[in-house]
């Protein structure tokens, strides 16, 4: 038993600490997620390291501390994602209807079938966008009553996973589907107009996964991150930017992402909101994301019921408030002379 707790007390130490090299090997950055795991495991450890270790030496307190800093590291990068930090994006403080944009984000899994908890939950909500990926044909022709309500749209079409479907009733200036670095992984980049008339961009994405049946790094993934957090933040255009990044909220990868764009997340002072994986109630992590320049306030945010995906869809709404945006100027993460070099070093390896 002893032996046994040991182990896992170096497991707990090395995988809180191997996430901290910035390595894009998939096995390093796939620590990035478990945070919160790590730490409730690095929690019992102590507890038996201390009952089993009663007698401790020099060598068991030395442990000991090493895994109380990880876990009270791991704890800290968690804590911006709960209700006890200060919030990102703040809240509403207009209600003019004319001025929201309500988003609905959905990894739909491409082998699910069950197309009408999918539809009941758009009819439910009634989002303005509507971001769904891993679609498939079928999914295509399942899907064509929202073509009644969403007249605009732009699609990839694709059976291996990286489908993406985007519909939107917001009248567009322009839909196209790109592909930033990899010519089978599509993004999709539209300029929408509100109710009122304004115009705001929005950025629809689903890069590749840290998984070695896909990539054995996330060179690709970052890259296409930082290109749009650099496209945004040369812009200087109100944006969304929404969908299956396949990292989580609390990541190196993701808080590059916010310094180079200049983003805010809502979730910030909120909550994890967990979107995968359905099945695994105690391995779940935020996935699916929705940032927003700071022109944008926050109305509400909520993860959705399974609709037979391994993920669960995330909403939100948004009040577009731009007189507001100096007073959440100061909410924003800056990105210093090394962030930019290092996401200029990214976004070359991925291209060459």
Same mark, same amino acid.
């Given at each position: 038993?002893?032996?046994?707790?040991?182990?896992?007390?170096?497991?707990?130490?090395?995988?809180?600490?191997?996430?901290?090299? +910035?390595?894009?090997?998939?096995?390093?950055?796939?620590?990035?997620?478990?945070?919160?795991?790590?730490?409730? *495991?690095?929690?019992?450890?102590?507890?038996?390291?201390?009952?089993?270790?009663?007698?401790?030496?020099?060598?068991?307190? %030395?442990?000991?501390?090493?895994?109380?800093?990880?876990?009270?590291?791991?704890?800290?990068?968690?804590?911006?994602?709960?209700?006890?930090?200060?919030?990102?994006?703040? *809240?509403?403080?207009?209600?003019?209807?004319?001025?929201?944009?309500?988003?609905?984000? $959905?990894?739909?899994?491409?082998?699910?079938?069950?197309?009408?908890?999918?539809? !009941?939950?758009?009819?439910?909500?009634?989002?303005?966008?509507?971001?769904?990926?891993e679609p498939d044909d079928w999914w295509d022709t399942m899907l064509s009553p929202l073509e009644k309500e969403y007249p605009y749209s732009a699609k990839h079409h694709c059976n291996d996973g990286y489908g993406m479907f985007f519909y939107t009733r917001l009248k567009p200036r322009g839909i196209t589907v790109?592909?930033?670095?990899?010519?089978?992984?599509?993004?999709?980049?539209?300029?929408?107009?509100?109710?009122?008339?304004?115009?705001?961009?929005?950025?629809?994405?689903?890069?590749?996964?840290?998984?070695?049946?896909? $990539?054995?790094?996330?060179?690709?993934?970052?890259?296409?991150? %930082?290109?749009?957090? !650099?496209?945004? !933040?040369?812009?200087?255009?109100?944006?969304?930017?929404?969908?299956?990044?396949?990292?989580?909220?609390?990541?190196?990868?993701?808080?590059?992402?916010? !310094?180079? $764009?200049?983003?805010?997340d809502p979730r910030i002072g909120r909550g994890f909101f967990n979107t995968f994986h359905v099945e695994w109630p105690f391995l779940r992590f935020p996935l699916d994301h929705i940032f927003v320049?700071?022109?944008?306030?926050?109305?509400? %945010?909520?993860?959705?019921?399974?609709? *037979?995906?391994?993920?669960?869809?995330?909403?939100?709404?948004?009040?577009?408030?731009?007189?507001?945006?100096?007073?959440?100027?100061?909410?924003?993460?800056?990105?210093?002379?090394?962030? +930019?070099?290092?996401?200029?070093?990214?976004?070359?390896?991925?291209?060459?």
């Amino acid at each position: 038993m002893q032996i046994a707790v040991l182990f896992m007390a170096c497991v707990f130490i090395v995988a809180t600490l191997l996430p901290m090299l +910035k390595h894009e090997a998939w096995w390093i950055r796939i620590f990035d997620f478990p945070r919160t795991q790590i730490a409730a *495991g690095g929690v019992v450890i102590i507890a038996f390291y201390s009952l089993l270790y009663q007698e401790r030496g020099l060598v068991d307190n %030395l442990i000991l501390l090493v895994l109380a800093a990880c876990v009270a590291y791991q704890v800290s990068r968690m804590f911006p994602y709960t209700r006890f930090a200060r919030k990102q994006v703040l *809240g509403s403080r207009e209600n003019d209807p004319d001025r929201k944009i309500s988003v609905l984000v $959905s990894n739909i899994y491409r082998k699910n079938r069950d197309y009408g908890r999918f539809l !009941k939950l758009v009819r439910e909500k009634n989002p303005d966008v509507i971001c769904i990926l891993e679609p498939d044909d079928w999914w295509d022709t399942m899907l064509s009553p929202l073509e009644k309500e969403y007249p605009y749209s732009a699609k990839h079409h694709c059976n291996d996973g990286y489908g993406m479907f985007f519909y939107t009733r917001l009248k567009p200036r322009g839909i196209t589907v790109d592909y930033l670095v990899e010519d089978y992984v599509p993004s999709v980049f539209a300029v929408l107009e509100l109710r009122s008339g304004e115009p705001v961009e929005f950025y629809c994405l689903h890069p590749n996964p840290p998984n070695p049946k896909y $990539s054995t790094d996330t060179t690709e993934r970052d890259a296409e991150l %930082l290109i749009v957090g !650099k496209r945004v !933040k040369e812009s200087k255009k109100p944006a969304l930017a929404a969908g299956d990044l396949n990292d989580v909220a609390w990541s190196y990868t993701t808080l590059l992402f916010q !310094k180079i $764009s200049g983003m805010l997340d809502p979730r910030i002072g909120r909550g994890f909101f967990n979107t995968f994986h359905v099945e695994w109630p105690f391995l779940r992590f935020p996935l699916d994301h929705i940032f927003v320049t700071e022109s944008f306030r926050y109305v509400r %945010l909520e993860t959705l019921p399974d609709i *037979g995906s391994d993920h669960f869809p995330i909403f939100a709404e948004l009040s577009y408030e731009p007189d507001g945006k100096v007073e959440q100027a100061d909410n924003k993460y800056e990105a210093d002379a090394e962030d +930019k070099k290092v996401a200029e070093e990214k976004i070359e390896e991925a291209r060459a």
